[in-house]
């Protein structure tokens, strides 16, 4: 991922629109090479495993498309499912985190973003639907936390940031460890989150192989 096509971001309801322009800035865009989509999706991309991130954060435009993460240049995609231990139930399934790592223009990147719950296996049934909210960080019912993070290094500058308190909804299409008996750090999760603050708004789509998982006490 070395080739950055350079594009900005303006945000257009209902949809980002990518329009390009002339120069492009490593350290404030995050652009992959071959992109093939022209705005931010506006639902979920299916069940074939891929990661799309496209939209403004802080002044920064990320444009990131992974539709096949099998043969995609990059470090590292990970997805973790995490669980909360406690004495009346040893399986409340609060939190699923995600991140891609990749050199970007000779600068290493790496982007993470999550969905938190009171407990996903309290929902009645997939897929859901749930409401961005930033009061709780483990809302319940049909309300969830996201944050947005991001990190490089170049030239002696660093751009580091962890974004939350945003508007907007995220639907979670599967996972298939939904309702199981134990926690659970095989098979797939996909979702889609729209999201807006500000001048910020992004949407991410993925289906992501589970890579991992934790249980904290």
Known sequence: MRLSAPMLV????????????????????????GNTLTAAPTEWLGDKPHLVIMGTVDGKLFDVQVMDITSADISAITLKREYLLNDTDYNPYQEMDFAIE???????????????HADFNKLAALPATFTLQSAEEYPEGDKVFTEFEYK????????????????????????????????NGDGMIGAFITAAKGDSAYAISFTLPVTEFEVED
């Open 152 to 183: 490089w290094e170049a030239g002696g500058v660093t751009v580091d940031a962890e974004s939350p308190d945003y508007a907007g909804t995220a639907t979670l299409h599967m996972d298939t460890a939904f309702q199981a008996a134990a926690p």
């Open 102 to 116: 990749f050199v970007h223009e000779g600068i290493a990147k790496a982007i993470e973003g999550k969905l938190t």
């Open 10 to 33: 303006a945000l257009l309801a209902p949809q980002i629109a990518m329009p390009t322009v002339v120069l492009a800035d490593p350290m404030m865009q995050t652009v992959t090479p």
